[in-house]
């Protein structure tokens, strides 16, 4: 499937609106945005009454902070696990899934605008 | 006494399998695939509770048809599960696959509805035997390779399976399938037998292994069954054994770090389907009522949102050739269809409030908080962070967002559109009117999802792991996905043994050869020896009169004689 010129225009409806996503300072805009809901959900905790199953739960915003850092630790563990156990392709020989193109004959490549 | 009340589910599926080879390839034989769950699933749900059908064998009694809460939610998942799967391979013309589909569905609901474990185990190979025609449908090279190791490991379960039975048998008298206590040798084989199958760690690479390899509509299927029969199995035979909530805690933390950093989408969801067999386990480990409702209902909205991420996975894969998220990304401007469903499978699986995993997975876990089990609630609660990583943010984002790939495929086809529209639709309408659900689940519920606490709990664990996902996107923390493959278990049998035998055979071959090399020597020189003296050319040969050939026979006849005459 060759890169080609995309013509907004030809695109379905909800991709056109979608294209957003990828205009200058969305991402900004996105991140920015959670950021907030995100103090809004950590000041929620203040509001109302916890019934939880263990003390820790009491630390106002417990689920954020466990939240946020156990995924940073998760994502620097998995970084580092990539280190020990990244492989290149072939390394299970040519005869392996991941050497292998999908037979064409299963599937439609089709292009959008059918170019 | 052979006795049917009701004709086992199974039969219809396996009749089913024997008729679509004589009905034409097209709209009949799509119809036809369509129907045939949706009468069984009518089937089930009309029978009520009981067993009603027997079968002398061998003089056991086989009981064919266990009907109860337990078995009748996972039978009717099962036969949803059918109907999206088939609905979804509505193109494919394939009659191999159509078969091996309806067979294994066929095999996993006869399993789900044995009373014993006799027909337990004639099911639960079954399962084994068909499915590995969805793997093998791919017809490539390395698909053959990857089913022929998925089969010896799925007959390999069945294979102790059947010892463990028959040792349980000897033990106990028995073979109703029923809860079981692990201690005797007969009671863990079956345990393994199941474990292999529910991917327990370090079993679980099978898995991993031969999901991407099946085609595009196989891994769907097959996303399914297997693992969930084995889950089944286990709430059936091992409900409240303690080793379960560890095993279970295991299988929901070591994925999370495989998918991270795996580049094929579709084995980043089977590593992400092991993590989420994990909450189930944790569930039929504490084992009160409540927890194997968690289980079940887990189970049930998990068939769905995997079926539902595997599909769109599978729709990128039929567009575009591969599944690779290097290759992938931007893809939200021609399919944003796909993408949309996806978002809805990866919110489901992350547990988001509305969505199914939400009011499922938190029966497990507050039954895991209530039962004072801290830390194996806190890996739960960091393991759910995971899910949100790989198949949250990891699969819908790097297929249909991040950078553009330049791919620009079309839409996924119509039907395939329509099988991830009724499925997003259960996951939304699962997470809304929870109560459906939970009507069905073996044992009554009381549990309200949507507290408070519960709600702002779960948003912030989520949105802030969302946050944490920005800010090492932002500072470039975050692995990038490269074409590479990753270790897993599998190395064991696909490097280490092969090479560890290869050693061995180089080792023998040394010795065998040098053995030779030198006993042929040590007798070639015997054998020059004698010919250098007493061959023709020979010293000894040198001066022999030509009669003395004659003369040493005449004294060996006259010696005769002697001998003879005496005797």
């Known amino acids: 499937m060759a890169e080609h010129k995309t013509d907004p225009n030809k695109l379905p409806t909800l991709g056109r609106l979608l294209l957003w996503v990828d205009k200058p300072g969305s991402a900004n805009k996105i991140f920015w945005g959670l950021a907030v809901f995100c103090g809004i959900l950590f000041l929620l905790d203040f509001t109302y009454e916890k019934h939880p199953h263990f003390d820790m739960e009491y630390v106002p915003g417990f689920y954020a902070i466990y939240g946020f850092v156990m995924f940073t630790l998760l994502i620097l563990a998995a970084k580092g696990l990539r280190v020990l156990i990244?492989?290149?392709?072939?390394?299970?020989?040519?005869?392996?899934?991941?050497?292998?193109?999908?037979p064409d004959d299963q599937i439609e490549k089709v292009n959008h605008d059918g170019l | 006494m052979m006795g049917f009340d009701q004709i086992p589910t199974a039969f219809y599926f396996f009749l089913a399998a024997l008729t679509v080879p004589f009905i034409a390839q097209g709209i009949l034989r799509g119809l036809f695939l369509l129907a045939i769950p949706v009468l069984c699933a009518w089937n089930v749900w009309q029978m009520g509770f009981g067993e009603f059908a027997t079968l002398p064998f061998f003089g056991f009694e086989l009981e064919l048809m266990r009907?109860?809460?337990?078995?009748?939610?996972?039978?009717?998942?099962?036969?949803?599960?059918?109907?999206?799967?088939?609905?979804?391979?509505?193109?494919?013309?394939?009659?191999?696959?159509?078969?091996?589909?309806?067979?294994?569905?066929?095999?996993a609901i006869g399993a789900c509805l044995a009373g014993d474990l006799i027909t337990l185990f004639f099911y639960w190979e079954g399962t084994a035997?068909?499915?590995?025609?969805?793997?093998?449908?791919?017809?490539?090279?390395?698909?053959y390779n990857t089913g022929v190791r998925y089969l010896i490991v799925q007959i390999g379960s069945g294979v102790v399976l059947?010892?463990?039975?028959?040792?349980?048998?000897?033990?106990?008298?028995?073979?109703t399938f029923e809860n079981m206590t692990l201690g005797s040798l007969a009671t863990w084989l079956i345990f393994l037998s199941f474990g292999i199958k529910c991917a327990f760690p370090l079993l679980h690479n099978w898995l991993q292994d031969s999901y991407p390899a099946a085609t595009v509509t196989g891994t769907v299927i097959l996303s399914a069954f297997t693992t969930k029969l084995a889950v089944y199995a286990l709430a059936r035979g091992f409900a409240g054994t303690e080793i379960l909530i560890y095993i279970g805690t295991i299988m929901t933390l070591f994925p999370i770090f495989f998918a991270e950093i795996e580049n094929d989408l579709r084995r980043v969801l089977a590593y992400?389907?092991?993590?989420?067999?994990?909450?189930?386990?944790?569930?039929?480990?504490?084992?009160?009522?409540?927890?194997?409702?968690?289980?079940?209902?887990?189970?049930?909205?998990?068939?769905?949102?995997?079926?539902?991420?595997?599909?769109s996975v599978g729709a990128v894969l039929f567009r575009t050739g591969t599944s690779k998220a290097s290759e992938l990304g931007g893809l939200y401007r021609t399919m944003p269809l796909t993408a949309a469903f996806?978002?809805?499978?990866?919110?489901?699986?992350?547990?988001?409030?509305?969505?199914?995993?939400?009011?499922?997975?938190?029966?497990?876990?507050?039954?895991?908080?209530?039962?004072?089990?801290?830390?194996?609630?806190?890996?739960?609660?960091?393991?759910?962070?995971?899910v949100l990583s790989h198949s949250g943010i990891k699969i819908p984002f790097f297929a249909f967002f991040a950078h553009d790939s330049g791919l620009r495929p079309k839409e996924a086809p119509r039907h395939m559109l329509i099988a991830m529209g009724i499925t997003a639709f259960l996951c939304i309408y699962i997470g809304v009117f929870p109560g459906t659900l939970y009507a069905i689940l073996p044992y009554h519920v009381e549990?309200?999802?949507?507290?408070?606490?519960?709600?702002?709990?779960?948003?912030?664990?989520?949105?802030?792991?969302?946050?944490?996902?920005?800010?090492?996107?932002?500072?470039?923390?975050?692995?990038?996905?490269?074409?590479?493959?990753n270790l897993d278990a599998d190395w064991t049998y696909r490097k280490a043994a092969p090479s560890v035998i290869g050693l061995a055979a180089r080792g023998i071959a040394v010795i065998y050869t040098r053995q030779m090399t030198f006993w042929s020597n040590r007798v070639n020189g015997i054998i020059g020896q004698l010919y250098h003296s007493h061959?023709?050319?020979g010293r000894t040969a040198q001066d022999w009169p030509t009669g003395a050939m004659v003369l040493s026979i005449a004294a060996l006849l006259a010696a005769t004689l002697v001998v003879a005459y005496l005797g």
């Open chain 2, 129 to 143: 035997i068909a499915s590995v025609f969805l793997i093998w449908a791919r017809r490539t090279e390395g698909a």
């Open chain 2, 342 to 386: 996806c978002l809805v499978g990866a919110a489901s699986i992350s547990a988001f409030p509305l969505f199914s995993g939400f009011v499922t997975k938190s029966l497990v876990l507050s039954e895991a908080a209530e039962a004072h089990y801290k830390y194996v609630w806190l890996a739960l609660v960091f393991a759910s962070a995971g």
């Open chain 2, 447 to 485: 549990y309200h999802p949507y507290s408070m606490g519960h709600v702002v709990g779960q948003l912030q664990l989520l949105c802030f792991a969302l946050l944490a996902f920005g800010v090492l996107m932002r500072t470039g923390i975050h692995p990038p996905e490269i074409r590479a493959i």
């Open chain 2, 272 to 311: 992400s389907l092991n993590n989420q067999l994990g909450f189930m386990v944790v569930g039929v480990g504490i084992g009160t009522e409540m927890a194997l409702n968690g289980t079940a209902s887990h189970a049930f909205a998990h068939i769905l949102y995997k079926a539902l991420l595997f599909m």
């Open chain 1, 86 to 102: 990244k492989r290149p392709e072939d390394y299970y020989g040519d005869k392996a899934i991941d050497r292998e193109d999908y």
């Open chain 2, 67 to 107: 009907v109860d809460g337990l078995s009748r939610v996972f039978a009717l998942i099962f036969c949803l599960a059918a109907f999206l799967g088939n609905l979804y391979a509505w193109h494919v013309r394939d009659t191999v696959q159509q078969v091996a589909a309806l067979l294994y569905a066929g095999s």
């Open chain 2, 535 to 537: 061959g023709p050319e």
């Open chain 2, 162 to 175: 059947i010892a463990g039975v028959a040792l349980f048998y000897r033990d106990t008298g028995s073979i």
